[in-house]
Structures are given as C-alpha cells and as structure tokens.
C-alpha cells in the first residue's frame, strides 16, 4: 500500500526499537499496532505501508 484509505483512523508513531529508526502505524481508536510505514515506497507517494494481515478487512470487488 502506498496511502492510507482514511489519515482519520490511523496515528504515526516514531519506533526506534531494536536499533531501527521506523514511523509506527496505529489505531487511533484503540492503539492496536498495525504495521509500519517506511519511504521507499512507489510514487506518488513514495511510502511503503507494511501493514500486518490480521489488520487487514478485504472486500471483493463488485464486477
């Protein structure tokens, strides 16, 4: 993923754990971790959202 659906939902956190500097993607709800954004990512963003699956609620796309 290269953006989010809704900023609205999500908050950004600095982790630099384990001796890595990286941007922390969290509910804004309820704090649950979701992943991690880094900036090497595809344009037009340049962000690259590593998003854990169990996070994830896909839908099939009407054809």
């Known amino acids: 993923?290269?953006?989010p659906l809704s900023d609205?939902?999500?908050e950004y956190i600095s982790d630099n754990?384990?001796?890595m500097v990286?941007?922390?993607v969290n509910c804004k709800k309820?704090?649950?971790h979701l992943g991690h954004v880094f900036d090497d990512g595809p344009k037009p963003t340049n962000l690259r959202y590593c998003i854990n699956s169990i996070s994830?609620?896909?839908e099939k796309k009407d054809e």
């Open 1 to 3: 993923f290269w953006q």
């Open 8 to 10: 609205e939902k999500i």
């Open 17 to 19: 754990t384990y001796g």
């Open 22 to 24: 990286r941007t922390e």
């Open 30 to 32: 309820c704090g649950a």
């Open 56 to 58: 994830l609620d896909l």
